[in-house]
């Protein structure tokens, strides 16, 4: 049988799917929807291998409407346009059951593309039901966000995943032939990451990996066949966290020639470019912060344009800002600032504001010395003068430490000079 495990066991029913009782059990949201016959356009947010794209073939099935769909990946405004024809004329006028259009990862949709759904689904030619990965109220617009319900897919648990294994080995037609006896399930569940396909992809390589009548499932067994069957974890998105944790790090160790290596990766592996943007932006700021305040700004034009023109030119951009990124200098002083700042907050709890640093918008406020000792210090020589503006609990607390950098060397510079003996670096 050549049919993938994973795709063998894929619910047909709302009583074969797997947790997600608040959408698909007998009082969930989905469930008494397809009783009353109303199934809203939707968008089904979860993590990878939870069953979204069989959630939006359940419910076509079960609502028995047609079923187009689409991958964001590789569709674009011309496919959508052709697919929503093909749904205005197989929906009829007088009919309510409106045909369904799936589009999966429509978080990779541009905007552009996003624009072409809201007519189809404002008149209700189709029911539109999106799959994404992401929070969708930063990756689908707001027009169609707004006429979608949003539905939010829970990770599976371990019982869940324990479930689903059991069930292969009982009743799945090629498993249930061979004794197979689950002893530890720990390593199995880790190396999924939750992914039930991932999680059967590998259950199913082991299986056809041993040759006995007898297979004893232990973490041992699945640590060995897994190593030596790597390739299975080097596909697109499998190495999602490795990939993007080895990115950052040849950008923080200033090497843009593995910068762009691992970038290429997550290319050619399918990984959303706006992600990627994203964890740039995170960088120019934590990474490398006031020793060059112009990465920051790269990194925004960057996440701005790879939302506008997509891949294939998306590349050339995401390689423009690693690059530069890479060959910045680096300093995580604003990072360690803040965080330590965040620390002292959460020891000291609400510390109260000093008098002098109050707003007094009322003659009451006046009265009562509310921001009475102020020193405005434009009213000062090079407009500043040495005041206290921590509570009095914390005073004199250093928390920013400029980097050692030529740009943070300025500031701290003017630190010392403006601040003489409390900032003494």
């Given at each position: ?9 894929r619910p047909t029913t709302l009583s074969d ?252 592996g399918g990984e959303d470019v706006k992600f ?150």
């Amino acid at each position: 049988m050549n049919t993938p495990l994973a795709e063998r066991l894929r619910p047909t029913t709302l009583s074969d799917y797997i947790s997600q009782q608040h959408l698909v059990g007998p009082q969930g949201a989905l469930t008494q929807g397809l009783k009353q016959g109303l199934i809203p356009s939707m968008i089904l947010w979860g993590p990878p291998g939870i069953g979204k794209t069989t959630l939006a073939t359940i419910i076509a099935k079960t609502s028995d409407r047609p079923f187009y769909n689409l991958s964001a990946i590789n569709s674009g405004v011309k496919d959508v346009r052709e697919v929503i024809e093909k749904a205005k004329q197989s929906g009829g006028l007088f009919t309510t059951k409106n045909p369904i259009l799936f589009i999966d990862e429509i978080h990779r949709f541009s905007k552009s593309q996003q624009d072409s759904l809201l007519q189809a689904v404002e008149k209700g030619w189709v029911t539109l039901i999106g799959a994404t990965t992401e929070n969708p109220s930063f990756e689908v617009i707001s027009a169609l966000l707004s006429r979608c319900q949003v539905y939010t897919l829970n990770p599976f648990e371990k019982k869940d995943l324990e479930d689903l294994l059991q069930r292969a080995i009982t009743t799945d037609e090629v498993l249930s032939s061979i004794q197979i006896r689950l002893k530890e399930t720990e390593a199995l569940i880790r190396l999924s990451g939750g992914d039930a396909r991932k999680l059967l992809n590998i259950f199913e390589l082991i299986i056809n990996s041993e040759s006995s009548e007898k297979i004893i499932i232990t973490n041992k067994l699945v640590t060995e066949k897994v190593q030596n069957n790597a390739a299975l974890y080097d596909k697109s998105g499998d190495q999602h966290y490795d990939i993007i944790s080895a990115f950052i790090k040849s950008i923080r160790g200033s090497d843009p020639n593995a910068a762009v290596y691992w970038l290429a990766r997550m290319l050619s592996g399918g990984e959303d470019v706006k992600f990627i943007a994203r964890r740039l932006l995170i960088l120019a700021s934590e990474d490398i912060g006031n020793a060059n305040p112009t990465a920051l700004v790269m990194a925004n034009s960057t996440m701005q344009a790879v939302a506008s023109i997509g891949m294939p030119d998306a590349r050339i951009v995401l390689s423009q800002c690693a690059t530069y990124l890479a060959c910045s200098p680096k300093s995580n002083a604003a990072y360690q600032a803040i965080n330590a700042a965040m620390q002292t907050v959460k020891n000291t709890g609400n510390l109260s504001v000093p008098l002098d640093l109050r707003n007094a918008p009322t003659k009451l406020m006046k009265t009562l010395g509310y921001g009475e000792e102020y020193k405005y210090a434009h009213n000062y020589d090079q407009n500043f003068v040495a005041q206290e503006f921590l509570p009095k609990e914390i005073k004199s607390t250093t928390f920013y430490a400029p980097g050692d950098n030529a740009r943070e060397q300025t500031q701290k510079d003017f630190l010392k000079h403006r601040w003489k003996d409390k900032y003494n670096y």
